[in-house]
């Protein structure tokens, strides 16, 4: 039908110049140039002009069609190539699932010469290189996958991690603070910093940072939430004291002491505070510790500081005034009782022990003061029974104190886990060993 029609135009076009050709006989003259000229007839310049007309036409739509078939080429080849490419990744997707990274990474760096901003093979790349141990490589890709999508914030996640694996905190948190100037508010971008700032021992930064999270979360900041901003309050108040504003960390120390009472550190450093001040109160803070937590930390405390102040009489009369608020105490009997050997009141120390032994009677530490206190009075077959059931512990016994969060156990108390870094997580150990049989001597 095309066809047609373009043989019906050719027609009509010839019948149109045959009719203009009779009616325009007359001829014009055409000038070549200055000196040369050539005389035509109407209808031959209407139809050179015509002609050079549909030429240009011809010649335009040429071209176009050229352009076309060259860009339609060049679009099947590159689909062919971004197919390739994504095949490349789908087969390295399979190798790491396989756990050949090394492939893996191998077939991603191909797909990626082809279509570097495939955000799939990036993710991918960053995460082979991340399970090899490439920590620098898989930063590379994550680098390129922020540039790709500036917008996602997981990546400035992925980065900061990576960042602290490496021991770059300057970087993590640079990562990190990125996300927070990108949406203001990011609470899971302030438990980065703060944790970075916990592990350099930036408490006051890391305060300030749970103390954002506190007030975001409000009533729904959960238990673990409340016991690291108490934790984070107690070293900013200890901060403060180093810094000689006294009367800042007292006001601190006091209101941890006030709104979270199980709190160990801030009943200490309380104490220990005020006594230059007021001997009978930083006392009394521990006795209030020790009647909150039951804890026996303060009954180190106590003696330590009856000591040095060379008051074992005052220890005594606390010990008996415990002995009657908390009478099937373990720990206040068998304290007492170690207190008693520890200024060489053999008979008062053995009889408190003995009261604690029908309390706990298959306790390490008690078996060990017993055996001690025994020994002092010559009574060595009673002292060795009792060394036998403490299986053979040194001489000198201090019983330890162990983490609750890690397990890790010290001699010394200390307000935060120096293994684990938790606070507040310290108790006595005594050890309660289930025997089968009784300890015989070999």
Partial sequence: MAV??????????????????????????????????AEL???QLIILSF?????????????NDVTNASKNWRERREKHRRKSARERAEKAAE???????????????RSLSVNPEDREALELLAS????????????????????????????????AGLYRRMNDPEAALSALKAVEATE???????EGIRDIHVSRGEMIPAYAEQKKLMRHRGKEASPADHALFTALRYEKAVARLAQGKADDAERRLRDIVKEEPSFIPAHVALSDHMRSRDLNEATEILLQGFRVTRNPVFLIKLEDLCIETERPQSMIRIYNRLQQEFPSDYDV?????KFFLRLEMIDEGLEQLLKAETLEPERESLHILLAEAF??????????????????YKRRYLIPFRCSSCGSSTIKWTPRCPDCGAWNGYAIDHGNREYAVGATAR
């Fill in 4 to 37: 047609r029609l373009l043989f019906l135009l050719f027609v009509i076009i010839l019948v149109a110049f045959y009719y203009i050709s009779v009616m325009n006989g007359q001829r014009v003259p055409f000038y070549l140039s200055p000196t040369h000229q």
């Fill in 184 to 190: 203001g508010e990011n609470p899971r971008a302030w």
């Fill in 128 to 159: 082979a290189h991340e399970e090899m141990g490439n920590h620098l490589e898989a930063v590379k890709a994550l680098t390129k996958m922020k540039q790709v999508d500036p917008s996602d914030l997981s990546v400035y996640f992925r980065l």
């Fill in 333 to 337: 009997n068998l304290f007492m009782g």
């Fill in 41 to 43: 007839a109407v209808y």
């Fill in 51 to 63: 002609s050079l007309g549909a030429a240009m036409v011809v010649l335009g739509t040429m071209v």
């Fill in 375 to 392: 020994r002092r009075r010559s009574r060595f077959e009673s002292a060795c029974t009792h060394y036998q059931l403490a299986y053979g």
């Fill in 95 to 109: 190798l790491v699932q396989r756990g050949m990274l090394a492939e893996a990474v191998t077939e991603l760096t």
